[in-house]
C-alpha cells in the first residue's frame, strides 16, 4: 500500500549545525503534511505542518520544505541543540477531507555536543 | 492549549484481563480522536477513530472485538483491550483533533506490558 518513508534512519550533527531531515510520500492524494518530534517514552510533539499548495513554511528555527514533484519532504532545523536529540517522523492525511495520517519510519537524530 | 492527557501512564497486567486506557482533550473539544499503537523503534500505527457518539472506524487488521472504543463525550475517549495477551504489549498513543482543525495533539501515551 501507500506508505510514507525516511531516507536516513539516524542522523549525527554537531551542536550550532544545520540539521535536514528528508522524506518520501508516494500518495499523491495527501494535501496535508505534518511533522512531529518523539523524546523517548513521550507522545509526538507538534512541529510545523504544510498544505500542499505552499512548498515552504517557516517556523522558528525550522523550516518544512515540499516538493510535490518528487514527492519529497524535509525537514530543516536550523542551530541544532542538545534539545532536539529524539526521533522525528513526518506525516501525511489520506487525502482532502480525510483527517487520518500515515507516519514515516523515523529519523533518529543525534546531537553531539 | 491543545493539551492531551492519558491515563494510565503505564499498566502492567496478567494474561487474559481487560485493560481500560482514557484520553482527554483538557481545554478543547475534540469530535475526533485516533488511537495509535507503537511498538520499539517502530513507527506510529493507526488503529483506529474515534468519533463522538458514533462508532469507531478500525483499520485493516485491527479487532474490533478486541480494542473496544467509546467516545463517549467530547473531551473523553477510551480504549479497552479486552483479553490482553503478551502479543498486547506496546506503547499505546492517543491524538485530538481540535476543532475543524486538521493539527493532531498527542498524548504522552500509556505504556502496556502483559505477562
Known amino acids: 500500500g501507500e506508505s510514507v518513508g525516511l531516507h536516513l534512519p539516524t542522523l549525527s550533527v554537531q551542536e550550532g549545525d544545520n540539521s535536514i531531515i528528508n522524506c518520501a510520500y508516494s500518495?499523491?492524494?495527501?494535501?496535508?503534511f505534518i511533522w512531529y518530534k518523539q523524546e523517548s517514552g513521550k507522545g509526538p510533539q507538534f512541529i510545523i505542518d504544510i498544505r500542499s499548495n505552499m512548498d515552504k513554511r517557516q517556523g522558528q528555527r525550522v523550516t518544512v520544505l515540499l516538493n510535490k514533484t518528487v514527492k519529497h519532504l524535509s525537514l530543516q532545523i536550523a542551530a541544532t541543540q542538545p534539545g532536539d536529540s529524539a526521533v522525528y517522523f513526518c506525516?501525511?492525511?489520506?487525502?482532502?477531507?480525510?483527517?487520518?495520517?500515515?507516519f514515516g519510519s523515523g529519523t533518529r537524530l543525534q546531537v553531539q555536543p | 492549549g491543545a493539551v492531551v492527557s492519558q491515563h494510565p501512564s503505564r499498566v502492567i497486567c496478567k494474561s487474559g484481563t481487560s485493560v481500560k486506557i482514557e484520553c482527554r482533550s483538557l481545554d478543547f473539544q475534540a469530535t475526533t480522536m485516533f488511537w495509535y499503537r507503537q511498538f520499539p523503534k517502530q513507527s506510529l500505527m493507526l488503529m483506529a477513530t474515534?468519533?463522538?457518539?458514533?462508532?469507531?472506524?478500525?483499520e485493516q487488521g485491527v479487532e474490533k472485538d478486541k480494542f473496544l472504543i467509546n467516545h463517549a463525550s467530547l473531551t473523553l475517549s477510551t480504549l479497552t483491550v479486552t483479553s490482553a495477551h503478551p502479543e498486547d504489549s506496546s506503547f499505546y498513543i492517543c491524538?485530538?483533533?481540535?476543532?475543524?482543525?486538521?493539527?493532531?495533539?498527542f498524548g504522552p501515551g500509556t505504556r502496556l506490558l502483559v505477562l
Open positions: 474515534s468519533n463522538e457518539g458514533s462508532k469507531a472506524t478500525y
Open positions: 491524538s485530538a483533533l481540535a476543532g475543524g482543525g486538521e493539527t493532531q495533539y
Open positions: 506525516a501525511e492525511n489520506r487525502g482532502t477531507g480525510r483527517r487520518a495520517l500515515t
Open positions: 500518495n499523491s492524494a495527501s494535501d496535508y
